[in-house]
């Protein structure tokens, strides 16, 4: 025989392959399964999960956002991960729709399971079938999409659904037009903008979620110095990160021996005196109130304090950031040179309290889109879960702002495009009509988790939905209140654009990856030589 026909092993002892349908199924149930695991958070009643670290027993987070969940768990499935990561993207790009895209990815490739293995359909055939329906679907998305960004009352009002919308999945639910109204005045301040950082958002334990508010003004979380007035006017503000404990010596296991108690009093001197410089080069930059990184000792503080200066000591280094953007100031190390520093302003700098805790607010500063939003709740869970639902809304309504488009919510948008998409299906030969309708279905599977996860017929209501939508109810969406076809305009619920243009792309995107895979190669594990 001139050939050997055995099979040739060329990787290293370890090592694992997958071939073909094997590493098909691996993947398809893989992605497929960790749909099932996140779907049930989706819609207005979707419900939470518990996420406990292995690592550190006491932390517990109680949770829905489709983002937090996954990236908390450990995967080993290649596949698995993908998805996780078109998660992670979407939070990134837009905040919300975490959940939906992952869901969507999912369903994708659960239909291109039957397709592959029923149907017998070469992958590549059903990729070019969902490139086409991904294409119409957007341009269907973007037909039924309105624009009221020439009128602000109207624009206004939409933002504020689209909150609400939001918010309605989320632990804030029961006050969802509060934080709505909260969330849209600080989007608003923003101008245009979609960079968060001025929005600062603190949690302060007691009272009820919905004595929370938003306070004009940036709150540090920080109290003056021992001895110094509580209210600061026209404060020109120097930011530091430098150490201002006494200049002792540093280096490790090193010491001095002196002979008599002279020297000792010689040494502490010198100390103070090497402060007391440090000190005067501060003041010599013209500030009423200093703000340091670090620690301000005893003997720095009361030196300030004689002199009429204002200091705050340890703002960590996310405060001292924010401050530097909402002040105007710049962060210094050395005092060398003040003609070299910029000085933060603020018109009133004062101490308030809020709740039992004392914090300052610094009050008509450079950047004026500066805001606090102040959250409160009973326990440190719902304070942690309200803080990633607010974050959610304001980053939908951050880039509801720079693309003004919105769509009805409900389903109704997912329906919309599945109908373009079956029409296409219907005018296209050949086996890739096949792959659009299953597009169609995964997008019309949607809708159904919302009503499955509320406790409804999801076949009847989508049903009702596809079939009040074909015959020209261009508002027909799922009322999940009354478990009903409702009027999306008239309900307020509504959708970002750009938000369902992501879930679509990344989802498709992500399930054509996995729809080509082949091989699942396992590298072997690292061996570690053992120590002679």
């Known amino acids: 025989m001139s050939r050997i026909d055995r099979a040739i092993d060329i990787f290293s002892p370890g090592a694992h392959e997958e071939k073909g349908e094997m590493a098909r199924m691996s993947a398809y149930m893989a992605a497929i399964a960790l749909g099932d695991l996140v779907k049930t958070t989706l819609g207005p009643k979707g419900m939470d999960k518990i996420l406990q670290s292995t690592s550190h027993e006491n932390e517990v987070t109680v949770t829905n956002d489709g983002a937090t969940i996954l990236k908390s768990i450990h995967l080993a499935n290649p596949a698995a991960k993908v998805l996780v990561d078109i998660s992670k993207t979407q939070d990134d790009e837009v905040g919300d729709g975490t959940t939906s895209v992952c869901v969507l990815a999912a369903e994708l490739l659960r239909e291109a399971d ?5 149907q017998h359909l070469h992958p590549q055939t059903i990729i070019a079938g969902w490139r086409k329906s991904s294409k119409v679907a957007l341009e269907a998305l973007g037909e039924i999409a309105i624009d009221n960004s020439a009128d602000p009352e109207k624009f206004r009002k939409d933002l504020f659904d689209i909150a609400c919308t939001t918010l309605s999945s989320k632990v804030l639910s029961k006050h969802k037009e509060h934080f709505a109204n909260i969330a849209v005045d600080a989007v608003l301040r923003l101008k245009g903008s979609t960079n968060l950082d001025s929005i600062h958002i603190i949690k302060k334990s007691g009272a009820g979620i919905a004595d929370s508010y938003l306070d004009e003004g940036f709150i540090l979380e920080k109290s003056f110095g021992v001895g110094q007035p509580k209210r600061l006017e026209k404060a020109k503000i120097l930011l530091a990160n430098t150490a201002m404990d ?9 010491t001095v021996k002196v002979s008599d108690i002279d020297t000792v009093a010689a040494i502490e001197t010198a100390e103070r005196e090497r402060m007391h410089e440090k000190c005067d080069k501060i003041l010599a930059h013209g500030c009423n109130l200093f703000i340091n990184r670090q620690l301000i000792y005893n003997l720095a503080e009361q030196y300030m304090t004689d002199r009429g200066i204002h200091s705050i000591e340890h703002a960590d280094f996310a405060g001292i950031e924010r401050l530097a953007l909402v002040t105007g100031a710049e962060i210094t190390s050395t005092f060398d040179k003040p003609e ?9 700098v004062e101490e308030i309290m809020i709740g039992e805790d004392r914090v300052l607010r610094f009050s008509g500063v450079p950047l004026g889109e500066a805001c606090t939003i102040v959250l409160r709740g009973g326990t440190t869970h719902i304070l942690d879960e309200a803080e990633r639902s607010l974050h959610d809304a304001l980053c939908v309504l951050s880039q509801t702002v ?4 919105v769509v009805a919510g409900g389903g109704h948008s997912e329906v919309a495009m599945a109908a373009a998409v079956d029409r296409l299906a219907t005018i296209t030969p050949g086996k890739e009509a096949l792959a659009m309708r299953s597009f169609a279905k995964a997008l019309r599977a949607l809708p159904g988790i919302i009503a499955d996860n509320a406790g409804f017929d999801s076949s009847e209501l989508v049903s009702a939905l596809v079939a009040a939508q074909a015959t020209g109810n261009k508002n027909a969406g799922l009322d999940m209140e009354k478990g009903v076809i409702g009027d999306m305009q008239a309900l307020g619920i509504r959708d970002s654009y750009k938000v369902k243009r992501q879930i679509v792309l990344s989802a498709s995107e992500a399930a054509e990856m996995l729809l080509r895979v082949d091989v699942i190669l396992t590298s072997a594990p690292r ?3 053992e120590d002679p």
């Open 114 to 118: 039957v397709l592959v293995n029923t």
């Open 246 to 254: 006494t200049d002792k010596i540093k280096i490790w296991s090193a």
């Open 340 to 348: 070299l520093v910029t000085l933060g302003t603020s018109d009133v």
């Open 402 to 405: 720079s693309e003004s488009r």
């Open 527 to 529: 061996q570690r030589s």
